[in-house]
């Protein structure tokens, strides 16, 4: 039976990243996606959907979760809030959305579970995070600990973050090596049409490119 990894990729670039990295790796890809009413969720719902075509998933599961919406307190879920443009911020953003990655792998530690998956993996990354508490490898490891003390006693699954120590600009030279399609990858919080250019994730993606010394294969307004 092939050995299966179920891989939450939000269309991004870091996500999509581990999602060929775990099929390099020789697993059998389930791709989960969550549309949790995010400025851009048309946006990185269609580049999910054309990643996993280009990667070939045996099997991708789309998530829709309203509560994020009601609850608010985040930039990229309430409307309300400005996007940030001023440069990354020191501490906790206002782009935090409230325990997300916990949220996330909740689920999909029941997906994994009911596909047999042994690996759920996960683009977390510490350094470059922009200080999301939830992205850090301390967490990862304990919500590890938890999925197996919670599931039934043949599950035993693993929590894979292979760019948790990485840098932007080595993620964007390892998806060079792996022939990633960067250009179908989405990392803007404002804008769904072209990248605004000066958000938190603009500013760590194309800051990322620039290092890598790599063009940003996706257009932008600024």
């Not at 299966?4 to 791709?31: F, N, P, W």
Request: one cysteine or more; glycine letters at 8%.
């Amino acid at each position: 039976m092939n050995k299966k990894a179920l891989c939450i990729m939000s269309g991004g670039m870091d996500s999509t990243l581990v999602a060929y990295i775990m099929r390099a790796q020789g697993y059998e890809i389930i791709a989960l996606h969550f549309n949790y009413g995010q400025r851009t969720v048309i946006k990185e719902l269609s580049c999910f959907r054309e990643i996993c075509e280009e990667l070939g998933v045996c099997e991708k599961y789309e998530i829709d979760l309203d509560f994020f919406k009601t609850i608010g307190a985040s930039a990229l879920t309430d409307h309300s809030i400005d996007v940030p443009t001023q440069g990354i911020e020191s501490g906790v953003p206002i782009t935090y959305v409230p325990f997300r990655n916990g949220i996330f792998l909740s689920i999909a530690t029941a997906i994994a579970e009911k596909e047999g998956c042994e690996v759920i993996a996960i683009g977390v990354v510490e350094e470059d995070s922009s200080g999301y508490p939830d992205c850090r490898e301390t967490f990862i490891g304990a919500f590890e600990e938890a999925t197996n003390l919670g599931t039934k006693e043949t599950t035993h699954i693993r929590i894979e973050m292979p760019l948790v120590h990485l840098k932007k600009s080595q993620i964007v030279q390892e998806a060079c090596k792996l022939d990633v399609p960067l250009a179908l990858t989405w990392s803007c919080y404002k804008s769904e049409e072209k990248a605004c250019g000066v958000c938190d994730s603009c500013r760590l993606r194309l800051r990322g490119f620039d290092l890598a010394g790599e063009k940003d294969p996706i257009a932008y307004a600024l």
